[in-house]
């Protein structure tokens, strides 16, 4: 069975390198051009692992969080922005509203993936709780 990883994040790029990276590893990668969007595509499903992008239009990544623990408050998600971001005050907030953790772009791929074992796995999810 395929995990299931959703992506939001209005940067076309960067659902694409998640695509390339992780469908040939046997991932299903689901998008979402903003958090209006991923919102309602997580009530309608549960996915092993949230990627929300920190910054995007119509709803930014702090409030789509909140919005998508209030709807499933188990739901696995890493919150991700851009390293030359001066005011990334929203890390020590993400990790409080329950995200697992803080990914600066550009990510590392292998850290991307040690990410994704993490959080997808029960092990390795106890070190992030």
């Known amino acids: 069975m395929k995990r299931k990883i959703l992506i939001i994040d209005d940067e ?8 390339f990276l992780l ?3 046997n991932y299903e990668v689901f998008t979402a051009d903003d958090g209006v969007e991923g ?4 009530k309608q499903q549960l996915f092993d ?7 995007m239009p119509r709803m930014r990544g702090p409030e789509a969080l909140r919005h998508i623990k209030e709807i499933r408050p188990e739901q696995g998600v ?7 971001d ?4 929203f890390e020590s907030q993400a990790v409080k ?5 803080c990914l600066y772009k550009p990510a590392d791929i292998n850290e991307i993936l040690d990410v994704i074992e993490k959080t997808t796995s029960t092990r ?3 070190a992030f709780l």
């Open 23 to 25: 469908e040939p590893l």
């Open 124 to 126: 390795g999810r106890e």
């Open 78 to 84: 890493v919150v991700f922005s851009s390293s030359s």
């Open 39 to 42: 919102v309602e595509m997580v």
């Open 97 to 101: 509203l329950g995200a697992f953790t």
């Open 49 to 55: 692992l949230v990627f929300l992008d920190v910054h």
């Open 86 to 89: 001066p005011n990334f005050e």
């Open 12 to 19: 076309k790029g960067i659902k694409d390198l998640f695509r």
